[in-house]
């Protein structure tokens, strides 16, 4: 018995040591990658994150107010150049930073197809940070990557780069561009990776 309690112990320690292990509302331990999550996209229609296994994904959440909003831009750019190549970038709209998404979700789409003819996938309105946040961000902030550590989200367009295994392998703070080469390098390097 003390075998199969130590056998067990090592599993789970390895679970969190690869960075695949989070907590639920209730503190319950969960295993999981993002192809696990289902959300709502901005339409209300159902979006199971399983439909992005194989591709590497870009989550940025995303605001229409903010001094950042103009990344829209470079974020359907990056869209445009690696959509064919397996790259999909998912907005995340949320209102957690200086209310600077105050809109619906039917203002959202408006908003970004007008202003910036987003064309990339946009996901429902959620909470990103604190007591609230969903389960997507729960697990995406407690992932360590080589480029950054685990934590809350500190602004709006911060980007989490994931890997075809669904698995966390960047994180790049407000401040880095969508076309920044440190983003675009990390890109390209989980691009060739099949």
């Known amino acids: 018995m003390q075998r199969i309690v130590s056998l067990s112990l090592c599993a789970v320690l390895g679970l969190v040591a690869l960075g695949s292990v989070f907590a639920d509302d209730k503190g319950n331990q969960k295993v999981a990658d993002v192809f696990k999550f289902k959300m709502k996209k901005l339409d209300g229609k159902e979006a199971d994150l399983s439909g992005y296994q194989g591709k ?40 957690d ?21 987003v064309k990339f996938d946009m996901l429902s309105k959620v909470t990103v940070k604190g007591d609230k946040k969903c389960d997507l961000y729960k697990y995406l902030t407690t992932q360590e990557t080589a480029w950054n550590s685990k934590g809350e ?12 295994d669904g698995k966390v392998v960047g994180r790049f703070g407000s401040g880095v561009a969508p076309d920044a080469a440190e983003l675009t390098k990390a890109i390209e390097a989980e691009l060739a990776k099949k």
């Open 153 to 164: 989200v500190k602004w709006n367009f911060e980007k989490f780069l994931i890997g075809r």
């Open 97 to 117: 930073f200086g209310a600077q998404e105050p809109g619906s979700d039917a203002e959202i789409a408006q908003f970004c197809s007008s202003k910036y003819g």
């Open 56 to 95: 590497v994904v870009l989550f940025v959440n995303v605001a229409s107010q903010c001094g950042y909003t103009p990344q829209y831009k470079g974020l359907e750019a990056l869209h445009e150049k690696y959509a064919e190549k397996g790259l999909a970038v998912v907005g995340v709209p949320a209102n």
